[in-house]
């Protein structure tokens, strides 16, 4: 069965950055989409960063510009790499797959299929 397998969650103070990674398993082939999410306490899970099948990548503007998202094919792990984190962005991180043509174009929760267990962010 498919399976993703987050990791690189931690504590550091504001200004600094973190690479987290997510290890994919059980996959016949290429999903559509590769994303990451994330979800503060009392806050709806947001999507902020997407890698879709042809290589595009999209940010959320809430963001962009501080990470980047990458993948390793030979490997299948999928990575965020962070950087000067900020308070705000303390949360459950999340990457997720989907299978589905709409989420080329759609970076929410509801056109994900596959879901990790998350890392947590902490950032102070």
């Known amino acids: 069965h498919v399976q993703l397998v987050e990791s690189g969650g931690g504590s550091v103070q504001a200004g600094g950055s973190l690479r987290l990674s997510c290890a994919a398993s059980?996959?016949?082939?290429?999903?559509?989409?590769m994303a990451w999410f994330r979800q503060a306490p009392g806050k709806y899970r947001e999507g902020i960063a997407h890698l879709l099948n042809n290589g595009d990548e999209g940010y959320a503007d809430s963001v962009k510009g501080r990470i980047t998202i990458s993948k390793d094919n030979a490997n299948n792990v999928l990575y965020l790499q962070m950087r000067n984190l900020q308070p705000e962005d303390t949360a459950m991180y999340y990457c997720?797959?989907?299978?589905?043509?709409?989420?080329?174009?759609?970076?929410?929760?509801?056109?994900?299929?596959?879901w990790g267990q998350g890392t947590q962010v902490t950032v102070s």
């Open positions: 997720a797959t989907s299978s589905r043509s709409d989420c080329t174009w759609k970076l929410v929760p509801s056109v994900y299929d596959t």
């Open positions: 059980g996959y016949t082939g290429n999903p559509v989409c």
